[in-house]
């Protein structure tokens, strides 16, 4: 009788309980699906059921799809220059952030990898996508019906902050694309804060209909707007500090 008591009392002890969960770097850069790629080897190693979307797949007990194109290449094609270089190049890092978004959903959305992997996979217990240059994977929210887990990996961007109700003052915290630095003179602010207001506008006008045009194009004019989405992200995990 004793012995039945210890191996239920075991039998309870060992189970473990594991969630699906879908995780997506969409974007063809290698530092930020780093990232992804320590949070995906993590949750393996806590014995959770990975899905891991990336140009750059790992090795692990995981499924994973590779979301390479045959001919392309994706290491050492980004200048970083204009990251550190004139004010007018910085401000103009929009553009290739537009470039970047829209290509990649048009580029994703229609291969026959991911038409396949959204007609045959999931539910999925919880999704974890990067927020940077478009919102058009958090379409995979609306399919999947999951809980959505946002990841900044380039600090946080101007148009990200208002999704999460996060103070993004302008008289003390540096745009991720500015040279705030101290001491911060009253120019200084006056350009960082219109340099925000211009980030806005410019993901608002151009960079967040390119995603919504392509996500309708797949999931079709039911699909929420991908704003209306974004608002309902459970979670921001943030890869920077303004402090630092």
């Given at each position: 009788m004793q012995l039945v008591q210890v191996l239920t009392l075991l039998s309870i002890c060992l189970v473990v309980y594991s969630?699906?969960?879908?995780?997506?770097?969409p974007f063809p850069g290698r530092s930020h699906c780093k990232i992804f790629e320590s949070i995906s080897l993590s949750l393996m190693d806590k014995q959770h059921n990975v899905t891991f979307?990336?140009?750059?797949?790992?090795?692990?007990?995981?499924?994973s799809l590779d979301l390479r194109q045959p001919g392309h290449s994706y290491l050492n094609?980004?200048?970083?220059?204009?990251?550190?270089?004139?004010?007018?190049?910085?401000?103009?890092?929009?553009?290739?952030?537009?470039?970047?978004?829209?290509?990649i959903?048009?580029?994703?959305?229609?291969?026959?990898?991911?038409r396949k992997f959204l007609n045959d996979s999931g539910p999925f217990d919880v999704i974890v996508t990067q927020m940077f240059t478009s919102d058009c994977y958090l379409s995979f929210m609306h399919k999947f019906e999951a809980p959505v887990v946002g990841v900044s990996t380039f600090g946080i961007m101007e148009w990200v902050c208002e999704k999460f109700g996060l103070p993004s003052n302008p008289g003390y915290v540096p745009n991720v694309f500015s040279d705030l630095v101290n001491p911060i003179?009253?120019?200084r602010r006056i350009d960082n804060f219109l340099m925000g207001i211009f980030q806005r506008l410019y993901y608002e006008n151009l960079m967040a209909?390119?995603?919504?045009k392509t996500a309708k194009e797949y999931f079709g004019e039911g699909l929420p707007s991908l704003s209306k989405i974004a608002f309902n992200v459970s979670m921001l995990l943030v890869n920077a500090h303004f402090n630092y």
């Open positions: 969630y699906k969960i879908l995780i997506i770097c979307l990336s140009y750059f797949p790992i090795k692990g007990n995981h499924t094609f980004l200048d970083m220059g204009m990251f550190t270089g004139t004010k007018l190049q910085r401000w103009l890092v929009m553009n290739m952030a537009q470039t970047f978004g829209k290509e959903c048009e580029q994703d959305f229609r291969t026959d990898k991911i003179t009253f120019a209909s390119n995603g919504e």
